[in-house]
């Protein structure tokens, strides 16, 4: 195992638990408890996680994994979503993606759609996540729009009042939100306020609102509410959604799609 897929599974462990000892760790990965002793030791100089006796626990209160470290979870679930989400789109429409795992997943299969595979536009993309716009901005079929703002280093978001100036002067036909947690009396969330703000105003700016979320994202709540449930019209989720929680956000009026 590579240092780097090392490093993901340990700082997976770690949100998952809360804290990891040094042999619990060494058992888990294969390796040795010097390795992971190391490993600790480097994770804690980025301040990745906080070293203690036999072991480390996370970095702060509210931690959020950065999402270079967060690809490889539910990977084969959200994938699925992508391409669900992707076939909700019709080719000339102007498309809000939020940052996170799972939207970066549904650029990727827009990129791959063979009907949008030339257009003036094929699509018009709209963001404020850097990585969906470095990503598709080799798709010349593609208009790529991205907000101003302050990058935040651990979703590749910009935010702040410079990307809100950009999306008071637009309409979009569709906002597709990731979010870490959705419940249908909360609504979507994220962790961090000025990221939610920003989702926020995307989502007033479309017609319509899909939030791409896996089962494990369900029910849950987080810091920073972005929208009510209400103002979602499609849930697009995996087949691990447990039923009551399908049928509660029916009955609340969303269209819901597990693949």
Same mark, same amino acid.
């Given at each position: 195992m590579s240092r780097d897929a090392r490093w993901k599974a340990l700082l997976e462990l770690l949100v998952e638990r809360g804290r990891l000892d040094v042999e619990e +760790?060494? #058992?888990?990965?294969?390796?040795? @408890?010097?390795?992971?002793?190391?490993d600790f030791d480097q994770l804690a100089e980025q301040q990745m996680l906080v070293r203690t006796r036999g072991g480390a626990v996370v970095h702060g209160v509210s931690y959020e994994l950065p999402l270079r470290y967060k690809t490889a979870r539910h990977?084969?679930?959200?994938?699925?979503? +992508?391409? #669900?989400?992707?076939?909700?789109? @019709?080719?000339?429409e102007a498309v809000g993606l939020t940052g996170g795992t799972t939207t970066t997943e549904v650029a990727r299969a827009l990129a791959v759609r063979s009907d949008l595979a030339s257009g003036s536009p094929a699509l018009t993309i709209v963001t404020n996540a850097l990585?969906?716009?470095?990503?598709?901005?080799?798709?010349?079929?593609?208009k790529i729009v991205v907000t101003g703002g302050v990058a935040r280093p651990?979703?590749?978001?910009l935010i702040g009042p410079l990307a809100d100036g950009v999306l008071a002067q637009i309409t979009i036909d569709v906002a597709v939100l990731g979010v870490v947690a959705f419940d249908v009396t909360h609504?979507?969330?994220?962790?961090?306020?000025?990221?939610?703000?920003i989702n926020r105003l995307l989502c007033r700016r479309a017609e319509r609102v899909i939030v791409a979320a896996?089962?494990?994202?369900?029910?849950?709540?987080?810091?920073a509410r972005i929208c009510a449930a209400e103002a979602v019209d499609t849930l697009v989720t995996d087949t691990a959604a447990a039923p009551e929680t399908v049928r509660r956000f029916e009955d609340a009026g969303l269209r819901v799609v597990a693949v």
């Open positions: +760790a060494a #058992a888990e990965l294969e390796v040795s @408890a010097a390795t992971i002793r190391r990977a084969s679930e959200k994938q699925r979503i +992508a391409k #669900a989400v992707a076939g909700l789109v @019709a080719p000339g990585n969906i716009a470095n990503e598709l901005a080799v798709r010349p079929q593609f651990q979703s590749y978001e609504g979507a969330a994220a962790h961090d306020e000025a990221e939610a703000a896996d089962s494990s994202k369900l029910g849950r709540r987080a810091f």
